[in-house]
């Protein structure tokens, strides 16, 4: 068996059994499910969300994880399970701090914070911190599709628009990144 | 400009355009400079996504979390209304008595250990409360040992005999416990608690494979 994939089969079965134990009620195995997933999980929130919710909104993704390992069938791996949970949590935040569906269908227009061509290198935007400024629905539908490879028809129900929406917002952010490309 | 065309750029980029709209846009990039130009850079854009990498958080997260699991460990977990009341099993009682070998027989296992590890081995009855939930632990973790073994017996020369011996005499504990829970599983393989024991188990083996193969690498 190659080093890799030994190691990767030793990681996914470590999974798989620490997911097992900590749906027993294991807190220590919980840690290190934890351990192993919590970067994905951060930077998806981080991207999703403001900066400054992003530990607060992580935090409360393993919580719900933890409470409801229970209904973990091993279907599909842990960490899809995890993510797709992180997903919901996202949206209904979104939700409970009252950015209404008028708002993510209309913020088109302040995509012109980020659409400049920056004047000189110092005044360039790195990717990731342009990513951060484009408005709240343009940059969901993003990172949903071009960074976690969601399709159109999983977005506009995930976000409750039609699938038309989601590929005009997914144009705008594109059109507005493409100015901040690291070259 | 054509604006038109250069709104569809990202739906052509995606390959979600008919095959009519498709040739038509085509048609125009052959003509249209800015177009052309555009759907590069939009193509570095997605390129770019694909590498953007994962961080994790300023802060450790975790205490926070394990104080929220433990404060509502008691009313949020589910708990099963319907379970039967609670008796062993003969495969129950032997996983019992298995797993009392393996905690008796740990302090090998623990000698080796570099520090404090957050791996605790720790067969509590805390795991109980679960035992509604039935371990889907499958995969060929079997060929993945038996490598790490293969590798331990090329690393023995380099390990002292008294750790060499010790190592044997707890895998060969390991090695029954998992014979005998795999045997108790046969009879009884829906059986949540068993089938954790055994993940359990064969994850403390890949553990101790591990860690001994990275103590005979450094010596």
Known sequence: MPRQVLEDTLTADSIAADTALAASGDATAFERLYRTHVARVHTLVRRMLDADEADDVTQDVFIRAWQKLSTFRGESAFGTWLHRLAVNVVLARRKSVGVERGRFINDAEPLDDVSGKPITPELSLDFEEALARLPEGARQVFVLH?????????????????????????????????????? | MNDMWMNRLSEYLDGELDNTERTALEAHLATCGECYATLGELRQVVAQ????????????????????????SVVDRPVRRDRRRFS?????????????????????????????????????ASRQRGIGTVATWTGPTDAAIADLQATLTENERRLDTTTVRIVRQNLAIIDRAIAEARIALQ????????????????????ELLRRVNDIAAQS
Do not use: C, F
């Open chain 2, 88 to 124: 062993l099993t003969i495969p129950q009682l032997l996983a019992a008595s298995i797993a009392l070998v393996l905690l008796s027989s740990g302090g090998a296992y623990m000698a080796l250990r570099p520090g404090t590890s957050k791996v605790t081995p720790q067969l509590t």
């Open chain 1, 146 to 183: 071009d960074v976690e490879g969601y399709r159109h028809d999983e977005i506009a129900r995930m976000l409750g628009v039609v699938p038309g929406t989601s590929k005009s917002q997914l144009h705008h952010a594109r059109m507005a990144l493409r100015r901040h490309l690291d070259r």
């Open chain 2, 49 to 72: 996504a694909k590498q953007l990498e994962d961080t994790p958080p300023a802060t450790d997260l975790w205490s926070g979390i394990a104080t929220q699991i433990r404060r509502g």
């Open chain 2, 187 to 206: 009879k009884d393989p829906g059986n949540a608690y068993l089938n954790l024991h055994l993940a359990d188990t064969m994850r403390r083996k890949v």
